[in-house]
Nanobody, 123 residues
Framework: VQLQASGGGLVQSGGSLRLSCTAS????????IGWFRQAPGKEREGVSS????????YYADSVKGRFTVSRDNGKNTVYLEMNSLKPEDTAHYYC?????????????????WGQGTQVTVSS
């Protein structure tokens, strides 16, 4: 059972990246998927989440209007499209699964955490 975030990289301010969260050994379609990020010296923070069906989504205020979360259950993948990136978006990004109901869940609701992917936005 493994969860993996990928798609990070170095991008200039104003640029875009698309992160993917994939799973091996289990299906993602019965889980809420959350995206989190952690910058050096800061606590891990929730960025976005999506319900198991994809019908409900949540965004932190800091990314609302710039990031879009989606999922393709047929491909067992969840995406985080990040546009208009800012230097303050620089962080290690993680995806995680939760069986809880709802969208804006506390971090303790998430049980499986993937290896993260680094996003660096230069000014």
């Amino acid at each position: 059972v493994q969860l993996q975030a990928s798609g990070g990289g170095l991008v200039q301010s104003g640029g875009s990246l698309r992160l993917s969260c994939t799973a091996s050994g289990f299906r993602l379609d019965s889980y809420v998927i959350g995206w989190f990020r952690q910058a050096p010296g800061k606590e891990r923070e929730g960025v976005s989440s999506i319900s198991s069906t994809g019908k409900s989504t949540y965004y932190a205020d800091s990314v609302k209007g710039r990031f879009t979360v989606s999922r393709d259950n047929g491909k067992n993948t969840v995406y985080l499209e990040m546009n208009s990136l800012k230097p303050e978006d620089t962080a290690h990004y993680y995806c995680a699964t939760s069986r809880w109901q709802g969208i804006n869940l506390p971090i303790r609701a998430y049980e499986n955490w993937g290896q993260g992917t680094q996003v660096t936005v230069s000014s």
